[in-house]
């Protein structure tokens, strides 16, 4: 179950996170958090997992900064 990014397959939380990101590059985590219905630390891992797979990278700072969709 889930969906491919390039050659990973993502959950479906890791799906929905992205799908928000990739609607509002400007969102915030506790944005995420409401839209997605998870937890800070879902938010979190899922957003460290995404990085660090190079899905999504932080444009300019923590503030006033944007999140990236790279695949």
């Not at 409401?34 to 990278?57: H, P, Y």
């Amino acid at each position: 179950m889930g969906d491919k990014v390039g050659d990973m397959n993502l959950n479906i939380s890791q799906i929905k996170v992205l799908a928000e990101i990739r609607n509002n590059p400007n969102i915030t985590k506790p944005e995420l958090m409401v839209k997605c219905d998870l937890g800070k630390t879902s938010i979190d891992n899922i957003i460290a997992f995404l990085r660090k797979n190079s899905i999504i990278e932080r444009v300019g700072s923590n503030k006033t900064g944007y999140w990236k969709v790279i695949k």
